[in-house]
């Protein structure tokens, strides 16, 4: 009988880079290192993987790879995939990456802009009834909620454009500024002479 070693499934380096860095932006983000981790590896796998085989590559517990696949479904960034001939859940990354960046962002407006939005309206409309709120806290919680609100109808503005526009304004970048009216400094992000 000969010895078997057990630990995770060796990575080529720039898969292993990869998958390391994005558990790293993942627990950034707002998701623990695992979920990251093991969206990466679906996102590169050529074929779907099962939980046995994400733990073992990863070198992760199997509770923790079962709750952070369970996590990347709510955010539908993976799905299931039948194999025939084997009973176990295989699962694959969405690997379109306007889909995925969408949904992501999806997915973040609905756990954190619509909460916030919705605690300063609350916050907003107490303010105006309460005697004891000043008139500087009140003017900005209503410039933080004016702001909110613009971006998140900028958010959704640009979810509605097709794909093709959307990489147009992508490419712009700063230069979009051209072609907005009035009067437009020469250079975006450097600062003006009065500041």
Known sequence: M????????????????FVLHWGEMGAIWGTNRSVGQIHALLYLSERPLNAEEIADTLGLARSNVSTS???LMSWQLIHRVPVRGDRRDFFAAETD?????????????????????????????????????GAVAQARIADMLTFVEMVDAWARDIS????????????????????LPGKVGKAIGKPSPRS
């Open 160 to 179: 509605r454009l097709p794909r093709g526009k959307l990489a147009i304004a992508l490419k712009l970048g700063g230069a979009i500024a051209r072609y």
């Open 97 to 133: 990456l306007w889909e995925m960046v969408m949904r992501i962002a999806e997915g973040r407006k609905a756990r954190e802009i619509d909460p916030t939005l919705a605690t300063l309206r609350a916050c907003a409309a107490q303010a105006e009834r309460d005697r004891e709120t």
């Open 69 to 71: 696949l369970k996590e």
């Open 2 to 17: 000969t010895e078997m070693t057990v630990g995770p499934k060796p990575l080529p380096p720039p898969i292993e880079r």
